[in-house]
Structures are given as C-alpha cells and as structure tokens.
C-alpha cells in the first residue's frame, strides 16, 4: 500500500509534466493537493481493507464471522469451567455452618483464577465437611484447575478452616481463535457433505453447541467419536446428541461408541530476535502462538518449525525459536483421545 509521501510524489510529478513547474506546497494549491493526496490515501487503505476482509482466506473478527454465516457457521463461545469445592472444620462444632452462595475461591499461586459456589451449602452440626457446585469466574481455559490446586478463601465464610478442590475443574474453554473458524469454514467449502466419510461425519458433529471438537473413526461396524465439548456435559447427553446427529447410525449397523478427551497440558520456549527493541513484539508473536495452538485439533501434531515460520511473519521479528519439553524431533505429536492445552509459554526477545 502507498504512503501519503509517495502519493504526494506521484502528483507533484504529474503536475510536473503537465505544466513545467512544480508546485509550491505552502501555497494555495499545495494544500490543496495535499488535501487530495489525504483522500487518496483513505481510498487505498479503505480497499485494502476490503479486499482483506472479502475472502475468508484473509478476513479477520466479525468480518471473518460473516463469512462462517454463509456456511451455517458460527464462532464457539468461550465457557466456564465447572466443578466442585469441599470446605472443611478444622473440628466438629455443635451447630451447623453455612457456605453461601457465591463464596469465592482462588488456585494459591494464581489469584486471578477463582470461582465462585453456585449454591448455598450447610456443614451439619457434628460433620466437618461439605462440597458443594462451582463455576469459574471468568471463562476461559485457564478455569481448568487441576485437582488440590483450588486452596485459598478470597471471602472465607465464618468458621470455614479450608477449601481444596478433589476433583478437578474442567470445561473451560476460550472463545474459537480466527485460525481455527478459518479451517472450519474452509472445510465446509471443501469437504463434500455425503454424510458417509469420517471428515464429513466430523463437520456434522461439529454443529452441535457445546462440540468444541471431536475426531470421528471409523471401523468395519464401529464409529468411534473422540469429543470435548464445553462444560461438563453428561455421556448420556453427548450420546444422545451425537446420534441425532449422525444419521448414519438409524439406517446401518454401526455401532457407536464415545469417548470424552482429556486435557494434555505443554509448555513452549520462545528465543525471538527482533529488530529493536519493542515490547509490542512480544505480544504479537504470543497472540500468533496462541492461536495457531488453540487451532491444533484432536489427533493434530504441533510443529515447532511452523512456530517459528509464524514468529518469524511478525513485523519486527528476525528470527525465532521454538522449544518444548513436550517436542520429539521438533514435533508435539498429538492423540485423539487428549487436546493441547497451552499452560507455559515464555517469550525472550533480544535485538
């Protein structure tokens, strides 16, 4: 795209040619080239946004979400994370303690993760425990708590010693990324809709609106669907729905078989050299990451060179690179049965 200094060039040198003298930019007639050579500029920048923005190759946001319209598509909201918090008497009493709704409590070295019980509870006079429903605050995969980890009181209720999650929390999702709409519109575009091969089977079970996403196998007489889906959706519920989905289980033999994936934490490293010195950078290429993670689907590798390919498409990055504990020969190979789930990423930039 042209800058307004270019722009400005290219009319003083046709001004040029047209009469023999350039134009004084203070005069009256400069301005008013200047004026044009502004709205010129807005016109250039107002194409390029609408040629981006016209094919969901490119387009971006609620641009990007129009196009999923198109195709019987939308984006996958971000969820909550639910589960459950014990509450403990550091001895019995003899008189009943309560829990209100909306106690809140928080993971002990990240404050910011809490949740909040979603129901009034009592500890029995003589008891010295209660558990009782919660929800993640905010939604987002960084609601999913492993079990043990929920252990500080923010508003501890009166008499209450401790709080501990014994199981984990889990069905924390965030809102889908641009890159992982984007393969799923382009899919629709490409995938024939038979109903009779797995990728199209996989397309129909992605509609369903708590499928965050699903891998569909299949066997002689059996279809396997690894799924996870947002929140803490019941086998029997995700059963049913799949069938009403997949009509090829009402007129073939096949029998159906489901299966809930598991969530596989990994951690990255990135070394980043950049051009100068620009804390924006950093955040470009975490973004960048990010996304292209969270568009890894189940039964996907993650690929360190395609990190680093990424990072290194960021205005301002030299160079990158991507380690991991979790990599084998540069790849972060990937299962059916568990999806990734980005918990350590560190970026070090130097110029």
Known sequence: MKTMTEIMDEMRAAYFEKTGENPDMYSTLGKALQAAASELLSLYVYSDFVLREAFPQTAEGEWLERHAALRRLSRKEAACAEGTLTFSLAAPVLEEVTVPAGTVCAVA??????????????IAMGET????SAVATEPGEDGNAAAGTVTVMV?????????????AFAGGCDAESDMALRRRIMDAYRLPQTGYSAASL??????????????????????RVYARTVGNISTATLLAAVRERLALTKVSPYQLSIYTASRRPISLTLTVETEQEDPAVAEKVEKAVRDYCASVRLGENISLAKINCL??????????????????????????DAYFALTDLQVVCHV
């Open 129 to 132: 425990s209660v558990t009782v």
């Open 202 to 223: 996989r397309e129909s079970l992605m509609a369903i609106s708590f499928m965050q996403d699903c891998v569909v196998q299949l066997s002689q007489n059996t279809i």
């Open 311 to 336: 990072c290194a498409g960021v205005d301002g990055v030299r160079y990158c690179d991507a380690a991991s504990p979790d990599a084998l020969d540069g790849m972060i190979f990937g299962t059916a």
């Open 109 to 122: 070295d990240k404050p910011f993760v809490q949740f909040s019980t979603t129901e009034a509870a009592q």
């Open 155 to 167: 508003n501890p209720p009166a008499g209450v010693y401790a709080v501990t999650n014994e199981t």
